[in-house]
Every structure is written in C-alpha cells, then in structure tokens.
C-alpha cells in the first residue's frame, strides 16, 4: 500500500500519477514505456499515466502522488492508503484501428469509446486519435450512435414541463451574443429556457463568459431547476453540471488541437441539449468566407443531419441558416457584448441593430414552438415583449437570482485603428477579427477586446476609427498591436466602387 498524496499540478484533464524511482510497492525498474495505471481505493478504481521522480520531496518511496485532477477523481484525503496496479489497454482502442482503416463503426463500438473516454481511461492522446480517425468521415447512424453515447446516464428531468426550449450557435462569428437576448424574450413569454452555455477556449468570449460579467453561472443541477422555475429562464456553465461529461473531455482536447469537425460538434451540441432536458431547440448555423461553415451546400448537408439525429432522438429541432459573414453586434469580448446586450434590452437607441434584429428573429423562432402561436406570429410577438420592457424585467430577474456579478472594468489600455483609405467597408474578416481579440486578452480577461465602430456598408474617411482595441495587460496589448499592423481584418473599397 502507498500513501496518497496531492501533487497541485494541472495537466488539462490529464490524470498523473507520480512515484519515487525507489518505490516501495512497485518494481519501477521494469517499466520502459509510457505507462498507464490503475489506482484502487476510492469507491471505483480511477486510471492515470504514471511519471517516475527521484526528488523524495515530490513524493517518497512509500506515497504516490496524483495531479489536481485525479485527485479530485479518487475523492480521498491525502493520507490514505492506495494500491497501483498496471491498467490494461482500453479495448474500445481496437474500434479506432479499425475507423483509421476506414470501417463504419457501430452503435456499440461508439458506446465503448465514450464509455471509456468518461472513465479517463483514454489519455489526450488516445482522444486525438479518436478525432482524427472519426473526422474523416462518419454515417448519419454513426452520428446518431456517438450523439447518444455522449448523452450518457446523467439527464435533468423537468417534471410537468412539456415544452422546454433552448437556442444554440454553431459558433465562429466574434460577438453573435444573441442567447442571451432570446433567453430573456422566452422567459418573458413564459417558455422555461435553462440555457446551458460554455465558457470560451478559441473565441474572444463563450455565452457563460459574457453572462458572468452580469451574474453567477456557476449553478448546479437543483439551482438550475430551481431557477428556471422561478423564473422561466437561467443561463449555467454547463461544465459545472453533472451532464455530457465525456463531451466535456472530448471538447477540451479538440479545441486545443483545432479540430472542430462539423459531425462532432452537432453530436456534443445535441448530446448536452437532451441532457439539460431540452425538448425543443433552435440551433443557427451562421455560413459565410470566414465562418465555422463555408458554403450554404455545406449547411444544408449538416441541417439534415442534425434534423435527422433529433427525430431519432425525439428532439424538435428547428435550424436555421444565417448569414456570418461579419461580426454581430459591436462588442468582441464579455464586457463589451455584455455592454451590447443590456444596450438591446434597454431599448437604447445606440444597441448595435444587427444583434437586436437576428436576436428578435430567433427568438421568434423560440416563441413558435408554443402550439398557441400562430406559425409566423413570433417575431412580432418577441419585438413587443422587448419594446414593452418585458425582456428587460425577465432578464433583471434572472441576473438577481442568479447573484448580480461585481462589474468588470473595461481594459484601458487602448488603440484606435484607423482607416487606412477613404472609402467603404466591403468585408470584415471574422478570423483575423477574432484572433486580434484573443491576442489584446479576451478570453482570460473580461475587459479585454475590440469595440467595432464601421461594419460592412458603412462609409469612412481616411484616419478614421474603424475599431478600438482594449486590453488589460501589456503584454497583451503589445500582441495585438504586433499582428494588427499586418492585417487589421478590414477591407475597403474606394468610394465610387458602388
């Protein structure tokens, strides 16, 4: 038996565990590769990589250490007595082979892989290798089967709600903040909408990430049910919440390596829906040059798909294709979207129009699932409850419930960028847009960001500002500043061009 011990190290849901050279319990000598253990003692065995040291004050020859995630897996206190033994190979890796070598897999095999990944049996690199074999190509019935293995066990229940709705983004254009828009409208309406949403790795800023500059989003399974309750409407860090819990290993790997494979995301989007207990969902698909989807063929390919998994799995999905082709809203980044939402809600006549618009569509959209409202009644009926205050009312409500939030300070560390031309905007790349954004800091600080003065259409005048760069740090701000003087994601025509 070793003795347990937390090692505070992070490694992105990788699970270490660490034992001295001289290790009482294990003959360490004979391991030559990259190995993988199996720890006993805690309510269920927990699996982790296995690092050798030779510095006693990390870990002595009679203790094992594990990294701050596994540490929390074993749920024990350092101290306690633990075994090791060398864990087998996960045999749902056989599966992966065999989709590398291009066979369709089957429901089961999908159910193995996923089982496995919940169980930490697979490394990130393992997961990689998942994503890479899968990303090449997977049937509709393989969609449906990895969509179903992601939902897993944990699902809320929302007794004596027939209709619960939510609205999700396939994501890739910078601000697009229109959920939290729609969740006031329905919420207002009296449709139970708990958004689950997610906090950013890649983008400027996730949905959790601008709604905690206005309030907590840190609630759990009761507070979520509670609220939604009280008020119709709450918007959780769906990462806090005992759903899709493989869905959240298997993100974190593939945005750290890039890969977003459309049929991945629309089963991890679907997945997290019906676990939140979702009935009735709305999910926009933004196409444009510099968007997640390039081409309307490819929209078109993946509504039916996603259609087709929710009929299989009882979802009632409406999707919609919009346009994303530049940047919604004029905020990137949580302050300056949060800014532009509450601008929307106030009914200020400086709200930035493209948001109000496509968030008064689609929450039309929402509205409709009511089989009391007329088929195209819906945005009429959403433009009302926002002009008559409604939206705002639901959202306060929401927000005090939830715990108003300390306000963020904008970053004041500023740039204008200006117009190197006179002209027209003919086109903003949301790429560059966004990785500008990233760059001056948002994403990891809520005052970091780019306020969007000019969109497309707009005329400017050579040395005028055509957005403004904010950051927290300096070191941050010189980032930005080094990439922008390239390529600013701003294309002008000369005036006469139109």
Known sequence: MLSLKHIAVSSFNENIAYVHKDCEAYKIDDIKNLTKVEIHGGVKPIYAFLQVCDDPKLVKPNELGLNTEAFKLINLPEGANISLTLAPIATS???????????????????SIINDIAAHRYSNMDIASFLVASGSFMTAPEVLALTEALIGEEVIRWDNENIVVDFHCLGGIPGNKTDLIITAIAAAYGLPMPKTAAKSLTSCAGVADTFSVLAN?????????RMVKENRGAIA??????????????????RHLGLLQPQHLAASILAIKIASGVTHLVLDIPVGPNSRI?????????????????????????????????????????????????????????????????????AGRVLEFDPQLRGGQGYAVAKEILLSGRALEAMNKIIYAQGKAPQPKLGNLTRDIVASQA?????????????????AGAGQYAGAGLDLLKKVGDSVE?????????????????????????????????????
């Open 93 to 111: 890796l056989a599966s992966i082979k065999r989709k590398i070598s291009g066979n369709i897999l089957s429901a089961g095999e999908y159910a």
């Open 217 to 225: 989003v840190n609630l759990d399974e009761t507070d979520l049910k």
């Open 237 to 254: 860090d769906y990462s806090k919440l005992p759903i899709a819990t493989s869905s959240k290993i298997i993100s974190s790997v593939e």
């Open 294 to 362: 390039k081409s309307t063929n490819e929209a078109m390919r993946l509504r039916k798909l996603i259609e087709y998994v929710g009929d299989m799995l009882s979802l009632e999905i409406d999707v919609v294709i919009t346009d994303g082709s530049e940047p919604i809203g004029n905020g990137i980044g949580a302050v300056l979207e949060a800014r532009d939402i509450m601008k929307i809600l106030r009914n200020k006549e400086d709200a930035p129009q493209d948001l109000l618009e496509k968030s008064l569509f689609l």
């Open 423 to 439: 002209g027209v905007i003919e086109s903003i790349d949301n790429t560059r847009i966004n990785k500008i954004g990233v760059l």
């Open 462 to 498: 050579q040395g005028e500002t055509l957005y403004r760069i904010h950051s927290v740090s300096a070191t941050d701000f010189a980032f930005a500043n080094s990439v922008v003087d390239g390529n600013n994601g701003y294309e002008i025509n000369t005036k006469g061009s139109y």
